[in-house]
């Protein structure tokens, strides 16, 4: 199916999953432009027509353009698909607010809670833009490179916004990515915002050898604290059982390419903070929201031991054995 038809979309982030989200729209003959602020790395995407950094083995299609200008990325009546860290999603949305003339269409794949509020992001965007533009956020179990590569992917698209929804179904949904629709923001965001809190939980058990037994019960016991803030916070049950929860998590937390989960592995094998990030070199979300979910969760009174211990094992205030023995010897109780 050609969509060419459809308006142009600016991808705002050049990273692996806004480069991957790019390429699978452009491939598909609809007009994608790629921004990112950084100069130097837009100037080398234009001259090699890759990007090198994440994706270095697909080549861009004529229908991705490159540019550095915000302004220029979202000109005419474009959809806009933010595609940054979390902790840069407030000042992206303050830097689009100024440029938007009329109400625009923002759908975001960026996972995680806002640094400054700890609100959940479609609330951020409701705040800073109010409430005229159509918002939706795409998550689900979908590693960049798989995606990159035309590999089968299968995600859901969250809106209040039923023509916006099904607009994006149009363009994202093909063979090789299947698209479902919810309406449910909030349970999507939290699934995307805990999962990588638990995944470095279960690379730290990983690294530390603790077998696949312990792996599975940090993963179920894990989902069950996702479910309990979702729930406190107004998501729906189902949403938890679906691609943006469990899916995702089992993602996530199985998988060594996912980057919170090799953190994990390299503190569980022993090194510090600042050496496993260092050897990522990449944002590793988990980390950042650690401590955003868990004061969410207390803000809510909900419980979430994993969660919780994974913030003080990234704080210091507790070992690695330690923090593994509290998970494994709490008190017996009905699941």
Excluded at 190 to 199: E, H, P, Q, S
Excluded at 220 to 233: D, F, N, P, S, Y
Excluded at 272 to 282: D, K, L
Aim: proline share 3%; aromatic share 4%.
């Amino acid at each position: 199916m050609n969509n060419g038809n459809l308006t142009p979309i600016a991808v705002l982030g050049a990273g692996s999953w806004g480069t991957a989200l790019a390429l699978n729209l452009a491939r598909r003959g609809q007009s994608v432009r790629l921004w990112s602020q950084n100069e130097a790395h837009i100037a080398d995407m234009s001259t090699t027509r890759r990007n090198l950094r994440y994706l270095a083995d697909h080549v861009f299609p004529e229908s991705l353009t490159l540019t550095t200008e915000l302004s220029e990325a979202i000109q005419d009546d474009c959809d806009i698909l933010i595609a940054i860290p979390s902790a840069g999603f407030r000042d992206m949305l303050l830097k689009l607010k100024p440029l938007l003339k009329k109400p625009a269409r923002i759908l975001w794949v960026t996972k995680g809670i806002d640094t400054n509020t700890g609100q959940l992001l479609d609330d951020v965007a409701k705040e800073i833009l109010g409430e005229s533009h159509g918002l939706a956020v795409l998550s689900g179990p979908s590693f960049a490179s798989e995606v990159a590569a035309g590999l089968p992917t299968a995600v859901v698209i969250a809106s209040e916004n039923a023509s916006f929804a099904n607009d994006l179904m149009q363009r994202f949904n093909s063979p090789i990515f299947r698209t479902y629709l919810s309406t449910d923001m909030t349970g999507v965001e939290v699934g995307g915002a805990v999962k990588n809190v638990l995944a470095v939980a279960t690379g730290i058990a990983d690294g530390m050898k603790l077998g696949a037994n312990a792996r599975s019960a940090l993963i179920t016991r894990g989902l069950a604290e996702m479910v309990r803030l979702g729930l406190a916070l107004g998501g729906q049950n189902e949403t938890f059982m679906g691609l943006s929860g469990l899916g995702d998590l089992i993602l996530t937390c199985t998988d060594n390419q996912s980057r919170n989960k090799r953190f994990g592995l390299a503190l569980g094998s022993g090194k510090s903070t600042e050496e496993a990030e260092r050897e990522i070199g990449q944002v590793i979300e988990g980390k950042r929201n650690a401590e955003l979910v868990v004061k969410l969760a207390n803000k809510m009174h909900v419980e979430m031991p994993i969660s919780t211990t994974v913030w003080e094992i990234l704080q210091g205030k507790v070992t690695l054995q330690d923090a593994m023995q509290q998970l494994l010897t709490r008190a017996p109780k009905a699941e």
